[in-house]
C-alpha cells in the first residue's frame, strides 16, 4: 500500500471542498471495498477523508411517507431497520444476499452505491483494464478471456464489467434518490437511474457525482406496498456476485416493478418491462433484456434471468 495522508471530516461541506481541493483525495467511511484496492495498488488515493463524524448515520421519516437514509447508516442497521423490513422488505432481502455478517457491520450506505466491479481484468494489474487504466483496452474482451460473469446489456466495446451491489438493484426498483453535498456547498438531489454511469467510451466514469461530491442520504419514496423479493443466484451459497439477481415487486392485481443485477454495468430496470408482468416472465425479460450482446460464455444469463424470474412469479 502506498503512503497517505489522513484526516476526520466535521461538516459535510466541508468534506467535501477539502476532496476537490486535494487532487487524488477520497473519502472513506466503512472501507470494505477501498481498502482492500488501496492494498492492491488499483486506487492509490494521496490523501483520505474519514466522513464517519458527520452524524450521517440515521434514518429519519419523510414528509410524504419515505425514509431519508443516512450515507454513514451501516447495511446491518439498515436491513434490521423495522420500517425497512415492514415497508421495504425488497431491501433487507438484498441486502441479506450480500457479502458475510461482518462486512454488512462495516459497509455503509452510500460507500455500497459507490462500490466498484468485481470483474476479474479490474483486479488484475498486468491485465488491461479501461475503468482502472483509461485507454489500455478491455481484458474480457481480449481472445480466450473469462466473461462468464459480465455484463450482457448496457455494456460497450470498452467494458463489460458489471456493478456488484445487491442493495443497489433493491433501491432502484424502489426509486430511490440519492442526496449529495457539492464542494461549493450546494445540494443535489439524483434519481438512482440516472446516478449509475453506462461505460460508452469512458468506463472509467461510473457515477454522475462531480468531483469533491459526497453522499449525504438516500431517500425512498412512500411505500408502494406488495409482495416484495429478492433472488439472487450465484456460483455457491453466500459470499458470492450474483451471476443474475431479481428484485420484484408484484401487486395482487398482477402489475408491479423488476430490477435486474448481475446483468449490467447498473441495476438494470426498463420501466416499460414492468408493463409485461401479467404477460410472464418471457414476455418481461424480453422487453427488460432487448438489446442484449452477450458473449459466448454468458447468453446463459438471459435464460437465467428468465427462469428466475418465472419462479418468483409462481411463488407469488
Not at 482492500?36 to 429519519?60: A, F, Q, R, W, Y
Not at 420500517?83 to 455478517?101: C, E, F, H, N
Not at 462495516?106 to 498486468?126: E, H, I, M, S, V
Not at 416499460?272 to 447468453?299: F, K, Q, Y
Amino acid at each position: 500500500m502506498r503512503q497517505f495522508s489522513y484526516e476526520k471530516a466535521s461538516d459535510p461541506g466541508a468534506a467535501a471542498a477539502r476532496a476537490a481541493e486535494v487532487q487524488g483525495a477520497k473519502f472513506i467511511a466503512g472501507g470494505t471495498n477501498l481498502l482492500d484496492l488501496m492494498k492492491l495498488e488499483i486506487e492509490t488515493p494521496v490523501h483520505l477523508i474519514d466522513v464517519n463524524g458527520l452524524g450521517l448515520d440515521t434514518i429519519s421519516e419523510t414528509e410524504d411517507g419515505g425514509l431519508r437514509i443516512g450515507t454513514l447508516v451501516t447495511n446491518t442497521v439498515l436491513s434490521a431497520d423495522a420500517r425497512i423490513r415492514r415497508d421495504y422488505p425488497v431491501l433487507t432481502r438484498a441486502i441479506a444476499a450480500g457479502a458475510s455478517g461482518q462486512l454488512r457491520n462495516k459497509a455503509t450506505t452510500g460507500g455500497n452505491l459507490l462500490q466498484r466491479t468485481r470483474c476479474p481484468y479490474f483486479y488484475d494489474t498486468a491485465m488491461p483494464c479501461n475503468k482502472r487504466a483509461p485507454g489500455t483496452g478491455c481484458g474480457a474482451l481480449t481472445e480466450g478471456a473469462f466473461s462468464r460473469q459480465l455484463g450482457v446489456i448496457g455494456t460497450s466495446e470498452a467494458c463489460i464489467a458489471t456493478h456488484p451491489s445487491d442493495m443497489a438493484v433493491a433501491m432502484r426498483v424502489l426509486d430511490a434518490v440519492i442526496e449529495t453535498v457539492t464542494p461549493t456547498g450546494m445540494t443535489r438531489q439524483i434519481p438512482l437511474e440516472e446516478f449509475h454511469q453506462l461505460p460508452g467510451d469512458t468506463p472509467d466514469q461510473e457515477t454522475a457525482l462531480l468531483p469533491g461530491e459526497l453522499i449525504t442520504h438516500v431517500t425512498l419514496p412512500a411505500p408502494v406496498g406488495g409482495r416484495q423479493s429478492y433472488h439472487k443466484v450465484r456460483d455457491r451459497a453466500s459470499y458470492a456476485f450474483a451471476l443474475v439477481s431479481v428484485a420484484l415487486i408484484r401487486q395482487a392485481d398482477g402489475t408491479g416493478r423488476i430490477a435486474l443485477g448481475g446483468v449490467a454495468p447498473k441495476p438494470w430496470r426498463r420501466t416499460e418491462a414492468d408493463a409485461e408482468l401479467p404477460n410472464g416472465a418471457r414476455a418481461v425479460i424480453a422487453r427488460l433484456l432487448d438489446g442484449a450482446t452477450p458473449t459466448e460464455e454468458n447468453a446463459f444469463k438471459i435464460t437465467l434471468a428468465e427462469r428466475t424470474l418465472a419462479a418468483m412469479l409462481k411463488e407469488a
